[in-house]
């Protein structure tokens, strides 16, 4: 009985150590949507959408390994990033699609998804640059 | 023109179209590849090479352009060459090319030369960095058949659907023929009968399907697929046919040495059932799959006569990756050469474990960097259903095969 009145006090302690970055999806400011739902996120990042409805191409944007991508990939793609990293080199290898358009910083990133039509992209705190932030419906 | 001239031949077309188009500054193109060298070494039975001896004859290089020309339309092509013992040499050969109109995500056509969607791991099973084994599991993807399975010529249509709360599916079909060349894998496995040698194939069209259900239950999907040729082969007799009537003793030679032959496979055909689970780093995979088909052979002056191959193999995997950099997994593989005589009892061709070939594999994989991949895989093998005769041959030209076996591989992959 002891030890069940200690667990719960036991992981209340380790919470700080586990703090993991916001991941915030932004677009291009021309995209006439406002919101996703996690399931659009995952579908837009494989590849299995392509299309914004009714204005134009989506072009994804991606990070290269940091804790930002590690979470994103987690919460809203459901892959580790070896597995993310491999999906999209299956579709290179095949000819069923090109490499996502990576970057080394999130400065980079927004800068592109600012500059480009149909471009998404996720980023750990809020910018002041011309992009819109997406509302994420969690259903 | 030698093999490198070829090679660079093809390079600088390659090259000279991406750099064409890349001035033009309207279609960027992407530019990658791969190049990978293995080792591979068995105590008994060559397997796909000299295996016996340990060969280096095991390597694979790739190189592709693509350019999305508008939102819809997507062009692109890749070369590719292999060596693989006595098949391949290295000889660079177009993999894929094809243009892709993706009309909408539900709906999109292809046309050109296009990869086979055969279970899981058909389309990429040339390019190594994308799985953790070496081998992938035999008896579903045999080596016989590789060149033969790997990609078709024609129209394909392709799609994804969301089913909402059912998940996701996605979709293709093709139709169209396929090159095989003489000097393939197929030709290997169809000469093993040991009394002919094929000149020429002919294909008369070829059917393939395949659908993956991503289900509800996150990381669970589930694919079947299915391949239907139909083809035929010109070859000639490479010894006399004979009748022996046992009583009294008496032989007839109904075709002479040189004959020409014909066998017909209208109906060739492949079926895939697969299901994968990924839960984070674990990936767990199993497939089923059958093979048929019959043969009829036509021989000037001798009756026809029939074959009837019925092939059956399933695997189970599981991989798991234990950092960024290394992944190891395991999986356990089993051939039948003819599904109503598995343990071989009935087989033409004896010894029987020819009928059948487990295999145990236990593989690791370290990823030094992002271009850099090592793998180093054992396996504990019975049986030598998928090993070629022709490497296993004794001083005296019969098969020798000796049970169980080990085979030991390593592979080292850049790509870019």
């Keep these: 009985m002891r030890k069940i009145l200690f667990l719960p006090w036991f992981f209340l302690f380790l919470t700080p150590l586990f703090i993991f970055p916001e991941v915030l999806i932004i677009s291009n400011p021309d995209t006439h949507i406002s919101s996703l739902k996690n399931k659009d996120i995952q579908d837009i990042f494989t590849g299995k959408r392509t299309r914004w409805n009714g204005s134009g191409q989506i072009i994804i944007a991606t990070l290269y390994d940091s804790e930002v991508h590690k979470e994103f990939l987690e919460q809203f793609v459901k892959k580790t990033p070896s597995q993310f990293k491999n999906y999209w080199r299956q579709k290179v290898f095949t000819g069923e699609g090109m490499l996502p358009k990576t970057f080394q910083n999130e400065e980079s990133l927004i800068e592109f998804v600012a500059s480009t039509r149909g471009a998404v992209g996720y980023i750990s705190a809020p910018t002041d640059r011309p992009v819109r932030i997406m509302l994420i419906n969690e259903k | ?416």
């Design chain 2, 1 to 416: 023109m030698k093999k490198s001239g070829k090679l660079f031949f093809v390079l600088f077309i390659g090259f000279a179209f991406s750099a064409v188009l890349q001035a033009e500054e309207k279609f960027p193109i992407d530019i990658h590849g791969y190049i990978s060298q293995g080792f591979m070494y068995s105590n008994h039975n060559n397997y796909l090479a000299d295996t016996k001896n340990g060969t280096f004859q095991f390597n694979e290089l790739g190189v592709n352009f693509s350019t999305q020309v508008t939102d819809k339309l997507r062009l692109g092509m890749q070369f590719a060459a292999l060596d693989l013992g006595d098949l391949g040499n290295d000889t660079i050969f177009l993999d894929w090319a094809y243009a892709d109109y993706r009309w909408q995500d539900w709906f999109g056509i292809r046309l050109g030369k296009i990869k086979i969607p055969m279970g899981f791991y058909n389309k990429t099973r040339d390019i190594d960095m994308l799985r953790t084994f070496v081998l992938l599991p035999q008896s579903i993807y045999s080596e016989t058949f590789r060149d033969t399975l790997i990609a078709m010529k024609g129209i394909g249509v392709y799609g994804e659907a969301p089913l909402h709360a059912f998940g996701n599916i996605s979709y293709e079909a093709m139709y169209g023929t396929m090159n095989i060349d003489r000097d393939s894998s197929t030709t290997k496995g169809v000469e093993g009968v040991g009394f002919f040698k094929v000149e020429k194939y002919q294909v008369k069209r070829a059917f393939c399907w395949a659908v993956t259900w991503e289900t509800p239950l996150q990381g669970l999907r589930l694919h079947t697929s299915g391949i239907n040729i139909d083809f035929k082969l010109a070859a000639i007799l490479t010894k006399d046919l004979i009748v022996t009537i046992p009583y009294p003793p008496y032989q007839i030679i109904i075709a002479r040495t040189g004959t020409p032959l014909i066998a017909e496979s209208p109906d060739f055909s492949k079926s895939i059932y697969a299901l994968e689970y990924t839960w984070k780093d674990f990936v767990l995979a199993a497939e089923y799959s059958r093979q048929d088909f019959t043969q009829t052979t036509r021989i000037t002056g001798a009756s026809p006569f029939q074959r009837v191959l019925k092939f059956e193999g399933f695997y189970v995997s599981a991989s798991y990756r234990f950092s960024d950099r290394f992944e190891t997994g395991v999986y356990y593989s089993v051939f039948y050469k003819d599904r109503d005589d598995r343990d071989g009892t009935r087989t033409p061709y004896p010894p029987p474990f020819s009928a059948y070939q487990k295999d145990a594999c236990i593989s690791f994989r370290l990823d030094l960097n992002d271009h850099w991949t090592f793998k180093l895989e054992g396996h504990l093998v019975d049986g030598t259903g998928l090993c070629f005769i022709q490497d296993n041959l004794d001083d005296a030209g019969a098969p020798a095969f000796t049970r169980k076996w080990h085979l030991l591989a390593a592979k080292m992959t850049f790509s870019f």
